[in-house]
């Protein structure tokens, strides 16, 4: 060690030791004490009249001379008496909590946690209710465990020090920061109410803990109970004026889904703290999540500079730029997070969506096809297996939709593959593949595999049902779901599966009362929202558009930015002619929330091309293609808008092609009407080219 170095810790050993001139210093080869020191002993201190706190001063400055030594020279002596002179310290002030961490700390960098541990062990045996002994094997658990605020943590030290606190605590109730380390334990083993009840009880002492109060609102927080977190927080940050309480707040509303409280608080703890980097991210995601997408990008603009070494934020900015349709930035954004976290794995998501935006599927599917390459061979992922899921997972959803199903089942097969963990995933996925290309029968045969293994699980069950629709055996199907009523607040979610069953067998009036069935159980529930939308889809497939229009405005005023609603909403006024400027505004609100959406592109394309704005509308339906170009209906609008702008070959084409796939739709979805609708065009647009002089020319 340098001179200077030990120049501060020589200067702090003579101020301690001029108060007490008849102290003398412990010899360099003092062995190390018992946790326990034998009553023989003799004290270091000869001056009766000098409190414990100073002595354990005295000792504890010791010990870190002796420590500082031995990270210097790396000689176990040093550690010893540096261990020795923390003991005398400990047993002097055993409530230290800085005492009991340097101690710890000793032992585990000189390599003697088991001598330490088996010494207390020891002494615990012939003395139960040894209080410092106790304490010193807590504080080496807690040591052990790092970052206690991990759910991480090894199960079998969080149970040893769980243990030690709990006896701490019985045997000295009034030690408080034992309470709030028993609590943090609870939290790591997962028993919240025991860790409440210990929050509750050091609150119950001294209500303005600030440690506690935190605690317990994060542990409300875990505890999916945000609204307990809002009622503790609110008071504190609203009579105090700190960024602290406000930031809690604010992450407390967003976990209840507030998320304009959320932005005013997290604001707030931002005007009193202006560098405070919790206030700023929280204030961040607010406005994300509220898709106030430039601010939000500023506030992440400034995080990036504040912490550049964050990939987080960059990947932040992707996906803003990325809403916004602003490709290259999100592009450059992917760029600068791929550098600093490679190999991330929303990394590599965000950077296939990013090129899935651009119509660059290949590319996309590469980033993907190589990420599962690199990762079968990597032995750097502890978690290889979930990763590959992930991967897999996206990969063949990406396939899915451009509409290449061999390649998305192989995919998923590959996921099914990675055994038990993913096999109910990829069956799921599976079965939704198969009925997506038409492919009746593997997809039944998926089914009743599944049901064999899982005779009760809805999403089977409902699956299932919805394939037997197309067997014109819907009543089987409805048998099945109908099994698992059990007069219970699941039933709700069962109904509304009959409810749907019905709908796709066009069994409308049955379908409406399984949804008011499912409506008494649901809206309890906080789940009504769902079925006012499948009620007003039903609705609207029976041309009762008033009624259907009732529900959908229930659920805009509740969300207006719900895209699946604005949807359904602007594309049946559009379809159907009417108040096209409305509809064209709630389409648009519905792209912005998911612009690269291959049904919703259609819709605001076929809207404008009711308004006779054809080239908007050529532009938007070119763009659903590209994403679903097998839909028969999409294909109808192109040549409508193609027939309309004066190109009837061009026409001629598209409505070819949307009556050879409505040929494999399948039995549930085809429509008679809208296939004798164009192939009456059909026909006359072929007539018409037919009659043209050979001298005219050919578009």
Known sequence: MTPTRLLPILLVLFVAAVPAAGQRAPAPATPPARLSAPESEPSVLTQPDVDSRSAAYYDFTLGRFYEELYDFSGKADYATQAIASYKKAYEKDPRSDVIGERLAETYAKSQRIRDAVLEAQGILKSDPDNLPARRILARIYVRTLGDTDTASAPRETVTRALEQYREIVRLDPDDLESSMWLARLYRLHGETEKGE????????????????????????????????????????????????????????????????ASEKSCRRGLTLEVENLPARRCLAQALLVEEK??????????????????????????????????????????????????????????????????????????????????TKVSKSLPDSQSALAILYEQLGMLYRDVEKFPAAIETFKELRALGLDHEKRARELLIDTYRMSRQLEPALEESRSALADYPTDVSFVLSHAMLLVEKNEADQGIALLRKLLHGTPEDGEILLGIAQVYDRSRRYPEAEQAVHEAE?????????????????????????????????????????????????????????????????SMLERALASDPYNGAYLDSLGWAYGQQNHLRDAENYLRKAIARNPQDPTIREHMGEVYFRMGHPRQAAAEWDKALEFWKHALPSDYEPDKVAAIEKKLESVKHSLAQQSPAEPKQ
């Open 293 to 374: 997408f430039e601010p939000a990008l500023e506030q992440y603009k400034r995080l990036a500079e504040l912490e550049p070494g964050q990939p987080e934020y960059y990947l932040r900015q992707a996906l803003i730029y990325r809403r916004l349709n602003q490709l290259d930035k999100a592009e450059e954004s992917l760029l600068r997070a791929k550098n600093g976290a490679p190999g991330s794995l929303e990394v590599i998501y965000n950077e296939a969506l990013t090129y899935s935006a651009q119509g660059r599927f290949e590319d996309a599917i590469r980033v993907l096809s190589d990420a599962i390459a690199e």
């Open 197 to 260: 009840a210990a929050l509750r009880e050091v609150l119950s002492r001294q209500p303005d803990q600030e440690d506690a109060i935190r605690q317990l609102a994060q542990l409300y927080m875990e505890d999916s109970r945000p609204a307990d977190a809002i009622a503790l927080l609110e008071p504190l940050a609203t009579r105090g004026a700190r960024a602290e309480w406000w930031v809690l707040l604010g992450e407390a509303q967003a976990r209840a889904r507030d998320f304009t």
């Open 520 to 584: 008494k159980f649901l809206t309890a529930q906080g789940g009504g929202g769902m079925t006012a939308f499948v009620l007003g889809a039903i609705y609207e497939r029976q041309k009762k558009f008033d009624l259907a229009e009732e529900q959908f405005k229930k659920l805009l005023a509740e969300n207006p930015r719900n895209a699946a609603v604005l949807n359904y909403y602007g594309y049946m006024l559009a379809d159907r002619g009417v108040r096209l400027d409305e509809a064209v």
